[in-house]
């Protein structure tokens, strides 16, 4: 909630904040960011209760799904789902 609820956009320039990992350099910039409507706590909060409800049926309709970690590394992460996608086939015996 907090990571998506402090992103701003810079209208002038297109360039991306957060309030606390990333503030705008300047005054000037920091007083024209705009927050995005779907950036809002109380959208945030009907997207997460959304997701929850439907987690479930998600689960239930692709069994084959895999958790990815994302809080990693990009390569960790590559070589992760591409060792759940790739596996050998299986070979006839001759």
Aim: glycine share 2%; proline share 10%.
């Amino acid at each position: 909630l907090e990571r998506l609820s402090q992103r701003r956009t810079d209208p002038v320039t297109g360039e991306r904040y957060h309030t606390m990992f990333r503030p705008a350099p300047t005054p000037e910039i920091q007083a024209r960011l705009r927050q995005h409507p779907r950036d809002t706590e109380e959208s945030i909060q009907r997207r997460v209760e959304a997701y929850s409800r439907n987690i479930k049926l998600l689960e239930d309709f692709y069994p084959d799904a895999f958790y990815v970690n994302a809080d990693q590394d990009p390569h960790v992460i590559f070589e992760f789902i591409e060792s759940c996608i790739i596996k050998p086939l299986p070979r006839r015996k001759l």
